[in-house]
């Protein structure tokens, strides 16, 4: 899985070479030879998850989960189960959280199937869980599912589930959601 994480990444770079200093540390920690295992949770340095962006069927609307302990609207995803390759792993966790079970991967136009985004981010360290800070490298993958199945939130993580306007992409004032929506104009 480590060697399939360096190929997307490198993929991806090759695409969006602007992007290459924001992810030195994920480039550092799956070079290192010697490193921990990136996709274990318990890798504090940062381990690897993997979410999607799902778009609705007529690509109007975006699927959004609110994270309970975080308290903002993100897009579905979490870590990666062992065994499991990243976008299995994005489909799982779009199944887990919001109950929508049947997605579809997207290609970036002319870019095939591919991450929209790859971003490496600090997560706040959750005494309840017994977890320090530490850092998640996200892989965002596109995906379209059908609008019109009932969404079950995972109460145990997620407050709530809905459908989005996609313009909320651009409104939202996060600099990550404002490149997505820069990328999704370009190939969508």
Known sequence: MRYA???EL??????FPDEFQRLTALQAQLLDPAGEDIFARTTMRGHITASALVLSAD???LLLIHHRIIGRWLQPGGHVEPGQDLWASACREVAE???VSAVERLALGPLGAMPIDIDSHAIAANPRKGEAAHWHHDFLYLARADDSIALQAQLDEVHAVRWAPLAWLAEAGEARWRLIAAKLQAFI
């Open 5 to 7: 994480a360096q190929q």
């Open 10 to 15: 490198t993929r991806y770079l090759a695409h």
């Open 59 to 61: 690509h109007s609307k």
């Open 97 to 99: 959280e919001t109950g």
